[in-house]
């Protein structure tokens, strides 16, 4: 039985982007929460943009329309529609801003990771939390991956002991690495940087794996393979800043056209409303954040972690090492790529059947005992099912009690960004920073209660 509008939660989303598709499809389907979710207004800078969804959302579920707001009527949307909950998945320097207006509105807030990008931003949004004591989710989907949750399980087991020293390699390939740096993310004054956009994913996993908050964190990060001085020290040169509409960019093996429906109804279309251009020259200017990243960091229960994010590498994929008083686990991961290039959910996952058992693994390694492989499962799906996870415990409006608590609050968003902001500040200052001088987390959060 269908349940009454009247009775569904409402929702408004703020930023329509290709990432929106994963909760406005997530609502419209009749098969996922259409019953108990209702899709209330859309908010963006670009008419153009949210048409395109209005348009997508009828062709594939008859969904009827829904109101469109300009960004500049966020307030008006909220009084207008009364949402329950605002969902916010714009460019990352603008997250605090809607989630403080949606919470000071009295709307809870579902937000794409990260959930900011510096310091400034993040003690705003906690106080806004605190002050309104509206919920607030972060979208941590990396989680909720076969993979993670099973080092989860291992770790929390206590099979390697107590935890002292996390090592993560994280290799982005030429598809997906790249196109950070044709989008809005190679600013790093609205994204934050890969440590904020992309690391995020790994340092709230590292902090959820061995239960603590970043204390102390250096770093070092440079631009070193995209950006046109790099390009031109390689000899190369380039007489395009984007690709579209380039005859000369044919052959560029780094181009991305807008000349598919999806990316011309977001993104071609919309150019001349937002002056957003979303396929610019990986090898052009300007290009502020870095591609070359290594962090080292130590947790206030004493690990020590070692991190590295190379943008460029030939194939994708990470290899994580977590060594405790006992022994040690290993997870590695090599895949294809990322990339959003319009994949299906059953193409994603025949793609994953055609991978070998060299491909991945998770091995746990005693001190003095066998070494033991632990099954990985292919489930499919976009991020590796996990998206699919993540939208039920979001939607269900009582989802069954997870004993690896993967769903990530505002202060497991907060945590995450924390070793983000921090490198970035290091790569500032060339010194080690301690965490507490930017944010200070609440005491009263006992990781201890986690497991």
């Known amino acids: 039985m269908s349940t009454s509008s ?7 989303v703020v930023g ?6 994963m909760y406005t499809d997530a609502i419209a389907d009749p098969n996922q929460f259409q019953d108990r979710a209702l899709l ?14 209005l348009r997508r959302l009828k062709g594939k579920f008859a969904h009827p329309s829904v109101p469109i707001y300009a960004a500049d009527d966020f307030d008006r949307m909220i009084r207008e529609t009364k949402p329950d909950a605002v969902i916010v998945t714009t460019p990352d320097g603008f997250h605090h801003y809607y989630a403080i207006k949606a919470m000071e509105l ?24 605190k002050r309104t004591g509206r919920n607030i989710r972060v979208t941590h989907n990396m989680r909720y991956t076969y993979a993670a949750s099973k080092l989860r399980e291992i770790v929390a087991s206590g099979r390697i002991g107590k935890p002292l020293m996390v090592d993560l390699q994280w ?27 992309k690391a995020s994913h790994h340092f709230d996993a590292v902090n959820w794996w061995i239960n603590s908050y970043p204390q102390t964190v250096f ?58 251009i979303r396929d610019r020259n990986v090898m052009g200017e300007p290009v502020t954040a870095e591609d070359t990243i290594s962090v080292s960091a130590k947790y206030k229960n004493g690990v020590i972690f070692n991190y590295s994010l190379v943008a460029y590498c030939p194939w994708e994929g990470m290899r994580v090492a977590i060594t405790g008083t006992k022994g040690r686990a290993e997870l590695f991961q090599q895949h294809g790529t990322q990339f959003i ?32 492989d632990v099954p990985l499962v292919s489930r499919g799906g976009s991020h590796g099912g996990s998206d699919k996870d993540i939208l039920e415990r979001i939607f269900l409006p009582n989802p069954p009690a997870d004993p690896l608590h993967r769903d990530a609050t505002h202060i497991d968003g907060a945590a995450a960004c924390l070793v983000g902001i921090a490198a970035n500040r290091s790569i ?22 986690r497991l």
């Open 428 to 449: 500032e200052t060339g010194q080690p920073v301690h965490c507490d001088d930017l944010v200070h987390l609440p005491a009263l959060y006992d990781f201890s209660n």
């Open 341 to 372: 290039t319009g994949q299906t959910d059953e193409e994603r996952a025949a793609e994953e059947k055609q991978q070998s058992a060299n491909d991945r693994f998770l091995r746990v390694i005693p001190m003095f005992g066998v070494p033991e």
């Open 219 to 276: 770093c070092m990060g440079e631009l070193k393979f995209y950006g046109k001085k790099n390009a031109e020290n390689r000899g190369e040169k380039y007489t395009y800043s984007r690709y579209t509409g380039v005859p000369e960019a044919k052959n560029d093996p780094f181009a991305f056209f807008l000349n598919t429906p999806e990316t011309k109804g977001l993104y071609l279309g919309a150019e001349k409303e937002s002056g957003y």
């Open 106 to 129: 009295g709307c809870d807030v579902v937000v794409e990771k990260p959930l900011t990008i510096d310091a400034e931003k993040l003690n705003a949004l906690l106080d806004a939390q």
């Open 171 to 197: 290799m982005l390939d030429t598809a997906h690495g790249a196109d950070y740096f044709r989008r809005w993310h190679r600013d790093k004054h609205i994204s934050g940087g890969l440590l904020l956009h």
């Open 40 to 53: 209330v207004g859309f908010c963006d800078t670009s008419r153009v943009r949210m048409e395109y969804h």
């Open 16 to 21: 329509l982007g290709a990432r929106v598709t």
């Open 6 to 12: 009247s009775t569904k939660l409402r929702y408004a």
